[in-house]
């Protein structure tokens, strides 16, 4: 292990060179470096790569492009693969459309502890805001602020709290929040540890629901998951969701119910198969 790095980025993707683009540049400049980026990528075409490349020349971020075929919606294979293929103990997990806000790494190190998982949010941009981002605006850090937002046409809701810069205000509304904290997988942390003791992701689950079970066993496992959705900040790019079809999320409600009914710590169908 480097001894410099404290934690892996590792960023899920499938065929979204343009916006992966934008969240690689949002990593380029946290506040911290103290970080690896792996790029889980589950079957995209060779624009995503030529991204990776010309993003890793520029960077001084170490970039690892793990990559699997495209053979429908794998993402559980390649989040093992890549959790593989990490080279730190402390794990932030993020997907290819969630730009980061600069302070979003240190933040998932600074609030880390033992025997923890940390459940971030994300604030979901409309379509045509989501248009509007671009490297400048991502650098300005307009992206985070209510006011550009509203002014590009964004609704004004409560959930622009999500974007508070108050470490006062985020501690209060991360406490006092309705929403359970659960492995969310656009934005989470854990010990590396702690998901290698649950086997990992179960690989036959497809979309929907399928970073919950593995937080889920965990959870059965002793891990505490901790609110941090108003302190670790990103935007959320408006899309489609073309994964979702009746018999995955059957499959996977039934996966999800046995693991709640048997509280079951460990899948056979994870990284290691048995």
């Avoid at 205000?169 to 997988?185: E, Q, R």
């Avoid at 969701?241 to 056979?268: G, S, V």
Wanted: proline letters at 1%; hydrophobic letters at 35%; a positive charge.
């Amino acid at each position: 292990m480097q001894s410099n790095l404290q934690a892996t980025i590792i960023i899920s993707t499938f065929n979204k060179p343009e916006w992966l683009k934008l969240v690689l540049f949002s990593f380029d400049i946290q506040t911290t470096k103290k970080f690896e980026i792996i790029v889980a990528d589950d079957g995209s075409d060779e624009k995503t790569k030529a991204v990776i490349d010309q993003f890793s020349e520029h960077s001084d971020l170490k970039v690892i492009h793990v990559w699997q075929e495209d053979d429908g919606f794998q993402k559980t294979k390649i989040l093992n693969k890549a959790m593989l293929a990490s080279n730190t103990d402390y794990l932030i997990f993020t997907d290819g459309d969630c730009i980061a806000r600069k302070d979003f790494v240190q933040t998932h190190l600074d609030l880390r502890k033992l025997k923890y998982a940390l459940s971030g949010g994300y604030f979901k941009l409309t379509d045509d805001v989501s248009k509007k981002i671009n490297t400048q605006v991502i650098s300005d850090q307009k992206c985070y602020e209510k006011d550009w937002l509203i002014a590009e046409g964004q609704p004004a809701t409560f959930k622009m709290n999500k974007l508070t810069k108050s470490k006062i205000k985020s501690k209060f509304l991360n406490v006092i929040t309705p929403t359970k904290a659960t492995f969310d997988g656009m934005n989470v942390s854990c010990w590396k540890s702690d998901i290698l003791a649950v086997n990992g992701f179960d690989e036959r689950m497809k979309y929907g629901g399928e970073d919950r079970e593995v937080g889920e066993r965990m959870m059965n496992n002793g891990i505490r998951f901790l609110q941090i959705r108003y302190s670790a900040i990103c935007v959320h790019l408006h899309h489609d969701r073309p994964y979702e079809n009746e018999d995955t999320t059957r499959l996977n409600k039934q996966i999800r119910k046995a693991t709640k009914r048997e509280k079951r710590t460990y899948t056979k169908h994870g990284i290691q198969k048995m």
